[in-house]
């Protein structure tokens, strides 16, 4: 750690502190992410270990935070700590939505398409990797120069590849969160992550969450009244997950009245990542072939 010095506290959560800092021997601005042992015989948390290996898989994208070192190092009173060191962005995606939406709107269009196609490029290639983010938000999506993103906290990702076990359900925060997860669903896979594509699209359209629920019941309950409430005909399978039960039969409403600046390419894509049954929803490879991104295609 002689080569960075902190010069601030980013944030703080469960399992440790983020600094902002220097690396002393280039002058670079970097993020320097601290995970403490919980004690000795647990070690270092597991959801720093499996971030860290999950990076050095797909951190050489980049439409990914990019990876920067990683040290082991101890305490004055010797417990051992873990440092991983990132390149330093000074906004996130909600941030920016905040900040840059238009009055009772949401982002320029053209800006929501390059950040929406960003986002599937880096999701392309995790998913590629076997590597299902399961966190995805605006307040994870990081912002470079006003207009590339960075896909980021992989504390809760993990691969996906057989055999499938049977994943913890608390996983997505809860705006972002898929209905499958809601109802009970034992195992899911990269559908989880299209979901919440499909919530920030919408967030960036709108200036605002498209889901808001404060518990796990008001946000299936919001799902439903807007995209409608499922059956056999469109999810099959829906009666047979753990929590499902008689919930009140909403249609689904006129997206595209909702989402009055998106056109029909638009529309189709965003009702593709925001399907109910997620058997049916979008793949990162398809949504990227999309006729809604063909005027920013050559960009990339």
């Not at 999701?123 to 470079?144: A, T, Y």
């Not at 034992?186 to 594509?197: H, M």
Request: proline letters at 3%; charged letters at 25%.
């Amino acid at each position: 750690m002689e080569n960075y010095r902190k010069t601030e506290i980013l944030g703080q959560g469960a399992y440790g502190k983020v600094f902002k800092g220097q690396d002393l021997r280039s002058g670079q601005i970097v993020a320097l992410k601290r995970a403490l042992a919980t004690n000795e015989e647990e070690g270092i948390p597991s959801t720093t270990l499996r971030e860290i290996s999950v990076l050095r898989t797909v951190s050489e994208c980049e439409y990914v935070v990019k990876l920067l070192d990683v040290i082991s190092s101890k305490t004055k009173s010797g417990k051992s700590v873990l440092y991983i060191i990132f390149q330093y962005l000074d906004c996130d995606l909600r941030t920016f939505i905040i900040s840059n939406k238009k009055k009772n709107n949401g982002l320029h269009i053209k800006l929501i398409k390059h950040f929406v196609f960003q986002l599937l490029l880096g999701l392309k290639h995790c998913h590629d990797q076997g590597i299902v983010h399961r966190d995805l938000k605006p307040q994870n999506i990081l912002i470079e120069n006003a207009i590339r993103i960075k896909i980021a906290d992989f504390g809760l990702s993990r691969n996906f590849c057989v055999p499938v076990g049977r994943y913890t359900h608390e996983v997505v925060t809860l705006w972002y969160r898929p209905p499958e997860i809601l109802l009970g669903v034992k195992c899911y896979s990269t559908s989880v992550d299209i979901w919440a594509v499909g919530c920030i699209m919408a967030e960036m359209i709108l200036g605002r969450p498209i889901f808001c629920g404060e518990s796990e019941i008001e946000q299936i309950l919001a799902i439903f009244k807007i995209l409608g409430t499922p059956s056999v005909k469109n999810w099959p399978s829906v009666y047979l997950l753990k929590d499902w039960h008689e919930f009140p039969q909403w249609k689904s409403c006129e997206i595209h009245k909702l989402f009055k600046g998106l056109d029909s390419d638009g529309i189709r894509l965003l009702c593709s990542f925001l399907h109910i049954n997620p058997s049916k929803r979008a793949n990162s490879s398809d949504s990227i072939e999309s006729v809604f991104f063909d005027d920013i295609r050559d960009f990339y």
